[in-house]
């Protein structure tokens, strides 16, 4: 299975899938944006124009609210309606025949105007004066009206259902005495059609399946043509809800003047009647655009391709032994600067096979002639074993000492470590002994040293011959220029967060005064001699290997410090991981 997909794991393949990979990302990015985009906008349109329809019904609403006021204002303006009820506020009885014209003046009003079902004219005493009958007021509606109507000094009073005819609804209004400062003086009782305030057409709305409901202050239904239990839109807060196993939408708008609520049902699959066919469109689109860009992507991972196909065949006769020049191809500018790349590298490795060929030859001569130099410190060494056997023989026991001395330092000299050019600073310290050893022939109690050093420092790995010079520097230069006993200290301690070793190397010798010290620290900067005669070049060399070995973590080269007739110090700071391979080393060292 896996060698089946390794066959197809090709630089052509791999193109071709990123770039339909990247395709199908693309469209199916810019198809739900703008399917969520355009759907969002005609949901948005839908509920504008059906929250638009509810605003429209209102106003017709309104409308047909403003005809009863007028009309009902009418009645209780009427100069003989006020008449009458003047006098039934002062007591009087109110005759039959007043009773008829009153009768006769509310019904001509009431023919008047459209969808007024009857007037009813009440006494403050709430005795009906119109009709003539013995019908109280308390017993036609609830009290509770006839306290709103009172609260609302004359404006009309929606009730609701008629509680003797359900086909009407009906409405109340104080009648006020314009001639007694506006006091109570009866109550106007109005019984409207039903049908009078019917929704407009369904047809007109073009939605299937939608509902209208007109709603009362109080959330009793007015008018419906919801033929089902409205319990479960009267009390759903959601801007959607489930009837019938179907989705829908609730728009209410309530009426300031009436204080009733128009409340609209719109299917939610008629909102989004589009939003289908523009989904079928973005499917359609997609599938075309991705048959056309594979075919592109098909041809161009191809044309890309083939070129470098070419010169991998060529590169495959070269891991087999041909290195031969793959022919100039024309194609993009980074194919033929690849090809041209590689063309240049067969020329450079078959010039490289030649050149490797003659120094191989070069190398074995080589080390024919290196064993043959490695008898030569052999010889000195065996020499210099013979002289101090000889001079034990003779009871010279201190020129063989010095003997032994030399030796050594001979052989520390010349001799390769196992660790290359590094050792531990406990070797640097035995060379620095058989030095100081050598030195004592010529200076004698004249020169003097010590060492302090902890013990732990005695494994970590320096480069070979770094303090040894600087001993050296200030043996000829400290003890060789003056007459008196000069002590020579070696200090190595390490720094405050023991990643480092400081080592100094100082003497109580002549100093150096300011001027030349300037001039070897400008020297040792510059690389170059710090005197005509060579003097010096210790130093030089010691600040140039500090900055080879430690490149990166040396903190800084060698710090020279002198006063003239007090000393020179003469000092440098190193890593204690300088070099990986350390060995372990167990002693004690503070030498006096």
Same mark, same amino acid.
């Given at each position: 299975?896996?060698?089946?997909?390794?066959?197809?794991?090709?630089?052509?393949?791999?193109?071709?899938?990123?770039?339909?990979?990247?395709?199908?990302?693309?469209?199916?990015?810019?198809?739900?944006?703008?399917?969520?985009?355009?759907?969002?906008?005609?949901?948005?349109?839908?509920?504008?124009?059906?929250?638009?329809?509810?605003?429209?019904?209102?106003?017709?609403?309104?409308?047909?609210?403003?005809?009863?006021?007028?009309?009902?204002?009418?009645?209780?303006?009427?100069?003989?309606?006020?008449?009458?009820?003047?006098?039934?506020?002062?007591?009087?009885?109110?005759?039959?025949?007043?009773?008829?014209?009153?009768?006769?003046?509310?019904?001509?009003?009431?023919?008047?105007?459209?969808?007024?079902?009857?007037?009813?004219?009440?006494?403050?005493?709430?005795?009906?004066?119109?009709?003539?009958?013995?019908?109280?007021?308390?017993?036609?509606?609830?009290?509770?009206?006839?306290?709103?109507?009172?609260?609302?000094?004359?404006?009309?009073?929606?009730?609701?259902?008629?509680?003797?005819?359900?086909?009407?609804?009906?409405?109340?209004?104080?009648?006020?005495?314009?001639?007694?400062?506006?006091?109570?003086?009866?109550?106007?009782?109005?019984?409207?059609?039903?049908?009078?305030?019917?929704?407009?057409?369904?047809?007109?709305?073009?939605?299937?399946?939608?509902?209208?409901?007109?709603?009362?202050?109080?959330?009793?239904?007015?008018?419906?043509?919801?033929?089902?239990?409205?319990?479960?839109?009267?009390?759903?807060?959601?801007?959607?809800?489930?009837?019938?196993?179907?989705?829908?939408?609730?728009?209410?708008?309530?009426?300031?003047?009436?204080?009733?609520?128009?409340?609209?049902?719109?299917?939610?699959?008629?909102?989004?009647?589009?939003?289908?066919?523009?989904?079928?469109?973005?499917?359609?689109?997609?599938?075309?655009?991705?048959?056309?860009?594979?075919?592109?992507?098909?041809?161009?991972?191809?044309?890309?391709?083939?070129?470098?196909?070419?010169?991998?065949?060529?590169?495959?006769?070269?891991?087999?032994?041909?290195?031969?020049?793959?022919?100039?191809?024309?194609?993009?500018?980074?194919?033929?600067?690849?090809?041209?790349?590689?063309?240049?590298?067969?020329?450079?490795?078959?010039?490289?096979?030649?050149?490797?060929?003659?120094?191989?030859?070069?190398?074995?001569?080589?080390?024919?002639?290196?064993?043959?130099?490695?008898?030569?410190?052999?010889?000195?060494?065996?020499?210099?074993?013979?002289?101090?056997?000889?001079?034990?023989?003779?009871?010279?026991?201190?020129?063989?000492?010095?003997?032994?001395?030399?030796?050594?330092?001979?052989?520390?000299? #010349?001799?390769?470590? !196992?660790? $290359?050019?590094? /050792? =531990?600073?406990?070797?640097?310290?035995?060379?620095? *002994? @058989?030095?100081? &050893?050598?030195?004592?022939?010529?200076?004698?109690?004249?020169?003097?040293?010590?060492?302090?050093?902890?013990?732990?420092?005695?494994?970590?790995?320096?480069?070979?011959?770094?303090?040894?010079?600087?001993?050296?520097?200030?043996?000829?230069?400290?003890?060789?220029?003056?007459?008196?006993?000069?002590?020579?200290?070696?200090?190595?301690?390490?720094?405050?967060?023991?990643?480092?070793?400081?080592?100094?190397?100082?003497?109580?010798?002549?100093?150096?005064?300011?001027?030349?010290?300037?001039?070897?620290?400008?020297?040792?900067?510059?690389?170059?001699?710090?005197?005509?005669?060579?003097?010096?070049?210790?130093?030089?060399?010691?600040?140039?290997?500090?900055?080879?070995?430690?490149?990166?973590?040396?903190?800084?080269?060698?710090?020279? #410090?002198?006063?003239? !007739?007090? $000393?020179?110090? /003469? =000092?440098?700071?190193?890593?204690?991981?300088?070099? *990986? @391979?350390?060995? &372990?080393?167990?002693?004690?060292?503070?030498?006096?």
């Amino acid at each position: 299975m896996f060698s089946r997909l390794q066959k197809w794991n090709t630089l052509r393949n791999q193109i071709l899938v990123v770039f339909l990979v990247v395709m199908v990302i693309v469209l199916l990015i810019v198809g739900l944006l703008t399917f969520n985009k355009v759907s969002t906008l005609l949901k948005n349109n839908a509920e504008k124009q059906i929250q638009q329809t509810a605003v429209e019904a209102n106003g017709r609403l309104e409308s047909l609210y403003k005809q009863i006021n007028m009309a009902s204002k009418l009645v209780m303006t009427n100069d003989t309606i006020q008449r009458t009820l003047t006098k039934a506020y002062g007591g009087n009885p109110i005759s039959f025949a007043e009773r008829q014209q009153l009768k006769g003046i509310v019904n001509t009003i009431q023919a008047n105007t459209e969808g007024i079902f009857s007037f009813e004219l009440y006494t403050n005493m709430m005795n009906s004066l119109v009709p003539i009958d013995d019908t109280n007021l308390v017993t036609r509606i609830d009290g509770k009206w006839i306290q709103q109507a009172d609260s609302a000094h004359g404006r009309l009073v929606w009730i609701g259902d008629d509680p003797r005819n359900s086909d009407n609804i009906l409405a109340l209004r104080r009648v006020n005495l314009m001639g007694h400062d506006y006091a109570n003086g009866g109550y106007l009782l109005i019984s409207i059609y039903r049908n009078y305030l019917q929704f407009v057409d369904q047809d007109e709305t073009n939605i299937e399946n939608q509902y209208s409901i007109l709603l009362d202050q109080n959330s009793k239904v007015i008018l419906s043509n919801y033929q089902k239990s409205l319990k479960p839109i009267l009390n759903n807060e959601a801007p959607t809800l489930s009837l019938n196993n179907q989705e829908y939408m609730m728009t209410k708008q309530t009426s300031y003047q009436t204080g009733w609520t128009m409340v609209i049902l719109t299917p939610v699959k008629a909102l989004t009647k589009g939003i289908s066919v523009l989904r079928s469109g973005i499917v359609i689109s997609g599938i075309i655009g991705f048959v056309i860009f594979l075919i592109s992507s098909l041809f161009l991972s191809t044309f890309i391709t083939r070129p470098i196909i070419k010169l991998t065949k060529t590169m495959q006769q070269a891991s087999a032994g041909s290195l031969t020049m793959n022919p100039s191809v024309t194609t993009v500018n980074e194919i033929n600067e690849l090809n041209s790349t590689y063309n240049q590298l067969v020329k450079e490795t078959n010039h490289l096979i030649k050149m490797v060929y003659q120094k191989e030859i070069t190398r074995s001569r080589s080390e024919l002639k290196a064993l043959q130099a490695q008898i030569n410190p052999h010889f000195l060494f065996n020499t210099l074993d013979a002289l101090k056997w000889t001079l034990e023989d003779k009871d010279e026991e201190e020129l063989a000492e010095f003997v032994v001395a030399m030796s050594n330092l001979f052989r520390y000299t #010349i001799t390769k470590q !196992n660790d $290359g050019d590094w /050792v =531990s600073i406990k070797d640097e310290i035995q060379h620095i *002994e @058989d030095y100081m &050893e050598i030195m004592k022939m010529r200076f004698g109690d004249h020169l003097k040293w010590n060492l302090h050093m902890p013990v732990e420092t005695g494994h970590v790995k320096i480069p070979k011959l770094l303090i040894q010079p600087l001993v050296e520097n200030a043996v000829l230069h400290g003890a060789g220029n003056t007459m008196k006993p000069c002590t020579i200290s070696v200090t190595i301690q390490p720094t405050a967060d023991q990643d480092y070793l400081q080592i100094l190397v100082v003497d109580d010798g002549p100093g150096i005064n300011q001027e030349k010290l300037d001039s070897i620290k400008q020297a040792i900067q510059s690389g170059g001699i710090i005197s005509k005669n060579g003097n010096g070049m210790a130093i030089s060399n010691v600040h140039k290997r500090l900055e080879l070995y430690y490149p990166d973590r040396l903190k800084s080269g060698l710090a020279i #410090i002198s006063e003239v !007739n007090i $000393g020179t110090t /003469v =000092s440098f700071v190193i890593p204690v991981k300088g070099e *990986e @391979d350390h060995v &372990e080393f167990k002693g004690n060292f503070d030498r006096r």
